[in-house]
């Protein structure tokens, strides 16, 4: 085999020190048969997937601050419409489009630091089960943000918590260095829609289940072009929204990934 211990011992050390970059909890067993079965079930080709219409999805973001400077994570307006924009550019491949319906803003230092989730989604969650609520505020453990993935018929409880939660330096222009253009809202969205990571899996099985994404041993940092982890066919997919690679890296989704989100979406979220 061409992996050595060593690279082995590389790739677990490196993974377990990035763990902390996407804080969505991994996909279940159960979670990840019932999105086979979608698929099966849908088996919408790539003709038929470039043809349909443009799906709008609502959302709404909520800006939680500890004062009313930038550095206490007061966004301005500006920087909102600009992660807006990367989110509508970045899914327009997707045949997906985001709609912004409204923004709300709230001085709670314990919102902020992440805490008292529930109270916090209680009082500020708009709309329905197909509508992507963003919070921004401080994570903890270095985390970047995390999000919840769709279930089927969800209780209220699952309601309530749906929705992304991203660092608030992370916005385009943010102070967050190398993931301060908007990419961290697009890759946890992914995972709203129903997406694993590109690394899902590593070599073995079915990676991330999507046929056009090659499989990747682990998560990619920086932007290191040409990277091969897997003997499978194809480069490792540095430039998936999907991947761990810097904000300037991520540049696309691929058409599969396309049509599972719309697939997912019309399945979960409708």
């Known amino acids: 085999m061409k ?23 991994e996909p279940s067993a159960e979670f990840i048969a019932q999105n086979n079965a979608i698929m099966a079930s849908s088996a919408i080709s790539l003709a038929d997937f470039q043809s349909q219409a443009i799906l709008t999805v609502p959302v709404w973001f909520h800006v939680l601050r500890s004062g009313l400077s930038v550095s206490q994570g007061n966004i301005p307006d500006s920087a909102l419409q600009a992660q807006l924009s990367v989110m509508n550019a970045d899914y327009a491949s997707a045949k997906i489009k985001f709609a ?17 989730e529930m109270a916090m989604k209680k009082q500020l969650r ?8 963003v919070y921004f505020h401080r994570l903890a453990e270095g985390a970047l943000g995390y999000c919840y993935f769709p279930v089927a018929n969800p209780s209220a409880q699952e309601l309530l918590l749906d929705g992304c939660s991203v660092l608030s330096s992370t916005v385009p222009g943010g102070s967050y260095t190398n993931y301060n253009l908007g990419r961290t809202v697009t890759h946890e969205a992914g995972h709203w829609f129903g997406l694993y990571h590109t690394f899902q899996g590593g070599c073995l099985g079915n990676g991330d289940w ?12 920086g932007c290191p072009v040409g990277r091969d982890t897997c003997p499978s066919p194809g480069k490792d997919p540095i430039n998936n929204f999907m991947d761990y690679s810097y ?10 990934q396309g049509i599972r989100m719309n697939a997912l979406f019309n399945s979960y979220r409708t």
């Open 3 to 25: 992996f050595s211990i060593l690279f082995v011992l590389a790739a677990a050390t490196f993974a377990a020190a990035m763990k902390s970059r996407c804080s969505t909890q």
């Open 100 to 116: 912004l319906m409204g923004t709300t803003r709230t001085t709670d230092v314990t919102w902020y630091n992440d805490q008292a």
């Open 126 to 133: 708009k709309g329905d089960y197909g509508t992507l609520n």
């Open 210 to 221: 999507v046929n056009d994404t090659p499989a990747e041993a682990y998560p990619a940092t």
């Open 247 to 256: 904000d300037s890296c991520m540049t696309e989704f691929t058409p599969g």
